[in-house]
């Protein structure tokens, strides 16, 4: 099992971002798939969460500006980030259980078992 993050970069505050997570190595489609971010000296936090059957869950500080979405056909979990803010600035994990039960952006990092290694967002 293989997550693999790409997308991230350092831009300016307003523009935005597409980050990507490929997936490799299970039936993506059954799995609770989320975004977290991870600032320098603050805890990991939970972004967004998508579910098996494309239900989706956002954090308050990102809502209507962050999109999360997979193509379950290309196993690929995307976060589409909009109107991006400095306090958005962080290292982005993509994540992935096979329990679908409370599968949302307030799913706490304990919960999933699998993760990528992470891409870097910067927004000055």
């Not at 976060?79 to 994540?95: H, I, Q, S, V």
């Not at 409370?102 to 910067?122: I, K, L, M, N, P």
Request: proline content about 2%.
């Amino acid at each position: 099992v293989q997550l693999v993050e790409s997308g991230g970069g350092s831009v300016q505050a307003g523009r935005s971002l597409r980050l990507s997570c490929v997936v490799s190595g299970y039936t993506y489609g059954d799995y609770c798939m989320g975004w977290f971010r991870q600032a320098p000296g603050k805890e990991r936090e939970g972004v967004a969460a998508i579910d098996s059957d494309g239900s989706t869950s956002d954090a308050d500080a990102v809502k209507g500006r962050f999109t999360i979405s997979r193509d379950n056909d290309n196993n690929i979990l995307y976060l589409e980030m909009n109107n991006l803010k400095p306090e958005d600035t962080g290292t982005y994990f993509c994540a992935a259980d096979r329990e679908t039960l409370r599968c949302t952006s307030a799913r706490g990092e304990h919960d999933y078992f699998y993760w990528g290694q992470g891409t870097q967002v910067t927004v000055s």
